[in-house]
């Protein structure tokens, strides 16, 4: 395929710079403050991922001088739990310091992402990586990620790595070790955000490849050539790490890192459990315009591209896909949120897509501008509708009604007990709602904040010393917290009935309902989130009835 004439295959010329980067500015911002419009329906609830919620709960100990997986148990990496230690830690309500902060990485992922379309194709007038951002910031909204989820911390450090690699590539030629180890440092920092960017650095490195070979193969000078520069770039991906694990040694935690960090993902993943496959299509499905697009990309891409440089860019993107892929498989359990990792590489196909096979054959720019409109808000209306409309009847019962925290169970809790909390109270909540713990500021019950119990099925899977479901329940109702949140859910009907026994009995002996909160009707007529939203499930909370400073409250 050759450039038509409307679209040169030059780059703009150094004379032209001052307006260039006075035009990279404009669209720096316009998808920074797309992303914050468009995502305006995540700061509705306090909880729409039990993840995010441990990650604020964890960051919120970290900013009390706790070192992760010491006070809490997980099995994320210390950079992520640093990140909402930083949220957490400014004067504001961290779960809405989180939610901005997701936008905004999602506003400038979305620019990088434009700037690598610059460098894998000829998009001076950057309609393919416009198409592209705007895709990668429309389908944070599906698959979890109106929750600020690792995913969209470690896809920007992802993009940042290749795009930091692509700048410095000059006509073919390789990369400087500075810039390998540049690139190397920001994947290590994204390693310590979650550790599946390894897979993400593998396809950049067969893409970096893919993109300086001289010929079809490499040969033995080229390989000679690029080793150092790749070795550099896997040992600066290390030094994070490193840096983590001797904060760990000098305070004498190495053990705690160990068992979160090494322990706990040797017992959880693996290719021994069966693979998950029904969620896994589910999470695929949601993400359909995408896969659709960058199959056609992939069968087209010979007429789509122009030269060589642009078909091995096409091909760098469908291994960058193929390696996430990879990642799922080896993950296995398929939770939606795995799912945002392909983001950035499908929303480079499907924006090559429209931009080579639609874009490039309209020659009038405004009407550009309606085509990318158009389909932008097609794609936002078909992820959304459901959470648009959930968001204005809430909001209507919200300002309207005064139900101050409507639909919002955490919220509702916090505002009926925290009052009443003294700096010795604990509390234990049984389900996924390990937010509770922090909007009401009370002391926890137990390490085990993110169900109330260690995992029944993979022992030490937990990030924590494993012990017995019935042995823990035990411990804790024996420590006397002065209220036990129950939620109505999925891990307390299927609680093991021994333990589940356990908890009953003492909560008719020892215990008092003091409330129930039901779920709004609207997560039934209108769910705000396909498969995980903790925000708005029922449940009871239950208070010490022995309790000399019990509240008359009902």
């Given at each position: 395929?050759?450039?038509?004439?409307?679209?040169?295959?030059?780059?703009?010329?150094?004379?032209?710079?001052?307006?260039?980067?006075?035009?990279?500015?404009?669209?720096?911002?316009g998808?920074?403050?797309?992303?914050?419009?468009?995502?305006?329906?995540?700061?509705?609830?306090?909880?729409?991922?039990?993840?995010?919620?441990?990650y604020?709960?964890?960051?919120?100990?970290?900013?009390?001088?706790?070192?992760?997986?010491?006070?809490v148990c997980?099995?994320?990496?210390?950079?992520?739990f640093?990140?909402?230690g930083?949220?957490?830690?400014?004067?504001?309500?961290?779960?809405?310091?989180?939610?901005?902060?997701a936008?905004?990485?999602?506003?400038?992922?979305?620019?990088?992402?434009?700037?690598?379309?610059?460098?894998?194709?000829?998009?001076?007038?950057?309609?393919?990586?416009?198409?592209?951002?705007?895709?990668?910031?429309?389908?944070?909204?599906?698959?979890?990620?109106?929750?600020?989820?690792?995913?969209?911390?470690?896809?920007?450090?992802?993009?940042?790595?290749?795009?930091?690699?692509?700048?410095?590539?000059?006509?073919?030629?390789?990369?400087?070790?500075?810039?390998?180890?540049?690139?190397?440092?920001?994947?290590?920092?994204?390693?310590?955000?979650?550790?599946?960017?390894?897979?993400?650095?593998?396809?950049?490195?067969?893409?970096?490849?893919?993109?300086?070979?001289?010929?079809?193969?490499?040969?033995?000078?080229?390989?000679?050539?690029?080793?150092?520069?790749?070795?550099?770039?896997?040992?600066?991906?290390?030094?994070?790490?490193?840096?983590?694990?001797?904060?760990?040694w000098?305070?004498?935690?190495?053990?705690?890192?160990?068992?979160?960090?090494?322990?706990?993902?040797?017992?959880f993943?693996?290719?021994?459990?069966?693979?998950?496959?029904?969620?896994?299509?589910?999470?695929?499905?949601?993400?359909?315009?995408?896969?659709?697009?960058?199959?056609?990309?992939?069968?087209?891409?010979?007429?789509?591209?122009?030269?060589?440089?642009?078909?091995?860019?096409?091909?760098?993107?469908?291994?960058?896909?193929?390696?996430?892929?990879?990642?799922?498989?080896?993950?296995?359990?398929?939770?939606?949120?795995?799912?945002?990792?392909?983001?950035?590489?499908?929303?480079?196909?499907?924006?090559?897509?429209v931009?080579?096979?639609?874009?490039?054959?309209?020659?009038?720019?405004?009407?550009?501008?309606?085509?990318?409109?158009?389909?932008?808000?097609?794609?936002?209306?078909?992820?959304?509708?459901?959470?648009?409309?959930?968001?204005?009847?809430?909001?209507?019962?919200?300002?309207?009604?005064g139900?101050?925290?409507?639909?919002?169970?955490?919220?509702?809790?916090?505002?009926?007990?925290?009052?009443?909390?003294?700096?010795?109270?604990?509390?234990?909540?049984?389900?996924?709602?390990?937010?509770?713990?922090?909007?009401?500021?009370?002391?926890?019950?137990?390490?085990?904040?993110?169900?109330?119990?260690?995992?029944?099925?993979?022992?030490?899977?937990?990030?924590c010393?494993?012990?017995?479901?019935k042995?823990?329940?035990?411990r804790?109702?024996?420590?006397?917290?002065?209220f036990?949140v129950?939620?109505?859910?999925?891990?307390?009907h299927?609680?093991?009935?021994?333990?589940?026994?356990i908890?009953?009995?003492?909560?008719?002996?020892?215990?008092?309902?003091?409330?129930?909160?039901?779920?709004?009707?609207?997560?039934?007529?209108?769910?705000?989130?396909?498969?995980?939203?903790?925000?708005?499930?029922?449940?009871?909370?239950?208070?010490?009835?022995?309790?000399?400073?019990?509240?008359?409250?009902?």
């Amino acid at each position: 395929m050759s450039p038509p004439s409307s679209m040169p295959h030059a780059h703009p010329s150094p004379a032209g710079h001052g307006a260039h980067d006075g035009n990279d500015l404009r669209l720096t911002l316009g998808f920074v403050a797309a992303a914050l419009i468009l995502r305006l329906l995540s700061f509705v609830y306090s909880v729409y991922n039990y993840d995010e919620s441990l990650y604020i709960l964890m960051g919120a100990e970290m900013s009390r001088g706790h070192l992760p997986f010491t006070t809490v148990c997980d099995l994320k990496p210390f950079g992520l739990f640093s990140i909402f230690g930083l949220f957490t830690a400014l004067p504001f309500d961290g779960v809405m310091v989180a939610r901005l902060a997701a936008c905004l990485v999602v506003g400038l992922t979305a620019d990088l992402i434009r700037r690598v379309a610059g460098h894998l194709f000829d998009d001076a007038d950057h309609t393919i990586g416009i198409v592209a951002g705007l895709a990668f910031i429309v389908f944070t909204l599906a698959n979890g990620g109106v929750a600020a989820q690792g995913e969209l911390f470690h896809d920007a450090c992802a993009v940042l790595a290749l795009f930091i690699l692509l700048r410095a590539m000059r006509r073919g030629a390789l990369p400087s070790w500075k810039a390998f180890m540049a690139s190397g440092l920001v994947l290590g920092v994204g390693i310590q955000i979650k550790q599946s960017v390894v897979f993400d650095m593998a396809a950049i490195m067969a893409g970096t490849v893919l993109l300086t070979m001289p010929g079809r193969w490499p040969t033995l000078a080229y390989i000679r050539s690029i080793l150092p520069g790749m070795a550099l770039l896997v040992a600066a991906s290390l030094v994070p790490t490193l840096g983590v694990v001797g904060i760990y040694w000098l305070t004498g935690h190495l053990d705690a890192w160990v068992a979160a960090n090494i322990t706990a993902h040797q017992v959880f993943y693996g290719l021994s459990r069966p693979f998950e496959i029904d969620p896994a299509l589910r999470a695929m499905w949601e993400q359909a315009p995408l896969w659709f697009s960058a199959i056609l990309a992939a069968l087209l891409l010979g007429r789509l591209t122009y030269g060589d440089a642009e078909r091995r860019a096409g091909l760098f993107l469908l291994v960058w896909v193929a390696a996430i892929m990879a990642c799922i498989v080896f993950l296995r359990i398929a939770s939606d949120h795995y799912f945002l990792q392909f983001l950035p590489s499908l929303s480079l196909l499907t924006g090559l897509l429209v931009g080579r096979a639609v874009l490039a054959n309209v020659l009038a720019s405004g009407t550009r501008t309606g085509i990318i409109g158009a389909l932008t808000c097609l794609a936002f209306f078909a992820i959304a509708k459901e959470p648009l409309i959930h968001t204005g009847y809430i909001l209507w019962d919200r300002v309207v009604h005064g139900e101050r925290f409507a639909g919002d169970t955490p919220r509702r809790i916090a505002a009926d007990i925290k009052p009443e909390l003294r700096p010795d109270d604990s509390l234990y909540v049984v389900g996924f709602q390990p937010l509770v713990y922090y909007v009401t500021g009370a002391k926890l019950a137990t390490r085990f904040a993110f169900t109330g119990l260690p995992h029944r099925d993979y022992p030490g899977r937990d990030g924590c010393p494993w012990v017995e479901q019935k042995v823990e329940m035990q411990r804790v109702l024996d420590s006397r917290p002065r209220f036990i949140v129950v939620e109505d859910g999925i891990f307390f009907h299927q609680l093991d009935p021994a333990v589940k026994s356990i908890l009953v009995e003492r909560l008719a002996s020892d215990y008092r309902l003091r409330r129930r909160y039901e779920q709004h009707h609207l997560h039934h007529l209108y769910p705000f989130e396909r498969f995980v939203m903790n925000g708005g499930a029922p449940a009871e909370v239950y208070e010490l009835a022995r309790d000399s400073r019990l509240s008359s409250a009902q």
